[in-house]
Structure formats: C-alpha cells, structure tokens
Nanobody
Framework: QAQLVESGGGLVQAGGSLRLSCAAPPRTFMWFPVGWFRQAPGEGREFVAGLSANAGAAYYGDAVKGRFTISTDNTKMRVYLQMNSLKPDDTAVYYC????????????????????WGQGTQVTISS
C-alpha cells in the first residue's frame, strides 16, 4: 500500500505562486499515473492535473490550464504541481492520488478511479 505525503501549501496573495510536492514509495510513479485534485468546503473533488505513468503525457483541468504544471523529479519519487498566477478561486485542500487500477496508463479525471490518497495540503489565496 503506497503512502503519499503532500507538502508545500500555504497562504499566498493573488497573482503569486506555490509549488506542491507529493512523495511516494520508490517507483510508484513509474508504474502508475498520478493526479492532483482539490476540494473547497462544500464543493466536490475537482481534477486539477495528472501525469501518465513514467512521466508520460500531462493533463490539466480547464480551470488551471496555462497556469499550473505537473512534473516529476529524476528519481520518480516525487511529483510536483507548480502553481502560478494564483487566484482566490484556487483556494482549496489539494490532494495527491495514485490510480493503481490504471497500471502503465493515463491519469483518470474521476477521483473515484484513484485508490491511494494523501492527507492533503491547504492552499489559501487572498485577494
């Protein structure tokens, strides 16, 4: 069972940047796709970005295209979400997740397709 840990959240002014990090056991991101989701109070869990297994194709939700970038480091032990031009609407708890049912595949956009989740990290954007 993979254990995911997110970090990098915090409070930032609109227009600023943050980089979130997701750590996983060795080789996790070589075998399985990874996704970033976010959830604001009273809202559903929204797909933000995803990366195919072994640092393949990247995908983004419409709300963040052109502003966020998902990537891995050269060890494949961490996945990052670089968030630029942040807006108050980006305020949410951000979660990293792995889809073990999608072995070697692309990241699903439905959160129900993910079976391993981190605890989340709070991102708050002030006006």
């Amino acid at each position: 069972q993979a254990q995911l840990v997110e970090s990098g959240g915090g409070l930032v002014q609109a227009g600023g940047s943050l980089r979130l990090s997701c750590a996983a056991p060795p080789r996790t991101f070589m075998w399985f796709p990874v996704g970033w989701f976010r959830q604001a109070p009273g809202e559903g869990r929204e797909f933000v970005a995803g990366l195919s297994a072994n640092a393949g194709a990247a995908y983004y939700g419409d709300a963040v295209k052109g502003r966020f970038t998902i990537s891995t480091d050269n060890t494949k032990m961490r996945v990052y979400l670089q968030m630029n031009s942040l807006k108050p609407d980006d305020t949410a708890v951000y979660y990293c997740a792995v889809s073990k049912t999608s072995l070697h595949g692309a990241p699903p956009t439905n959160f129900q397709e993910y079976d391993v989740w981190g605890q989340g990290t709070q991102v708050t954007i002030s006006s």
